[in-house]
T-cell receptor, first 111, second 111 residues
């Protein structure tokens, strides 16, 4: 079983929809949580970074961490065709700098 | 200019050849990482370096070697390339926090 599980999709939504992307994990020691966006043939780009539990908002993006359920989410409001990409979750524990990644969810926002 | 650059961007090579992928960064970060990305498998860690004198194996280091020539430069070598090393290769840097910053990637094909 992988330490971090992520539905590969593809997830197809109409423009303007609210998108929910999720990851589950098994290691309760994870404390640092990240979301990366990767466009086709490009490197992953850091989107959101949170520490421990709670919510963090940045424009149309909200990252949510529920450590009791070992579940993290990324919400995208008013989705745009330019949001079409693969979204990777990543996490780490205190003292270990290397990240553990989910396999990514491919999102398609239809105009 | 990009903070993390990788050369070459694309490479086709034959089985048994030695190949080097190069990564340079202008972010001033001490920590550097090499990952490979395969469809459905996400990013897997090959090697990482916390400073010029510190090199560590990741989860899939067999068949690869690295060299940290300076704080800003981290190279990945395939001593004798084989077809199952065909993948996207990414270099990443990390500063004092846990988030990592990725280069644009090298698409490697081994025939």
């Amino acid at each position: 079983q992988k330490e971090v599980e992520q539905d590969p999709g593809p997830l197809s939504v109409p423009e303007g929809a609210i998108v929910s992307l999720n990851c589950t994990y098994s290691n309760s020691a994870f404390q640092y949580f990240m979301w990366y966006r990767q466009y086709s043939r490009k490197g992953p780009e850091l989107l959101m970074y949170t520490y421990s539990s709670g919510n963090k908002e940045d424009g149309r993006f909200t990252a949510q961490v529920d450590k009791s359920s070992k579940y993290i989410s990324l919400f995208i409001r008013d989705s745009q065709p330019s949001d079409s990409a693969t979204y990777l979750c990543a996490m780490s524990r205190t003292g270990r700098r290397a990240l553990t990644f989910g396999s990514g969810t491919r999102l398609q926002v239809q105009p | 200019d990009a903070d993390v650059t990788q050369t070459p961007r694309n490479r086709i090579t034959k089985t048994g050849k030695r190949i080097m992928l190069e990564c340079s960064q202008t972010k001033g970060h001490d920590r550097m990482y090499w990952y490979r990305q395969d469809p459905g498998l996400g990013l897997r860690l090959i090697y990482y370096s916390f400073d010029v004198k510190d090199i560590n194996k990741g989860e899939i280091s067999d068949g690869y070697s690295v060299s940290r020539q300076a704080q800003a430069k981290f190279s990945l070598s395939l001593e004798s390339a084989i077809p199952n090393q065909t993948a996207l290769y990414f270099c990443a840097t990390q500063g004092s926090g846990y988030e990592q910053y990725f280069g644009p990637g090298t698409r490697l094909t081994v025939t």
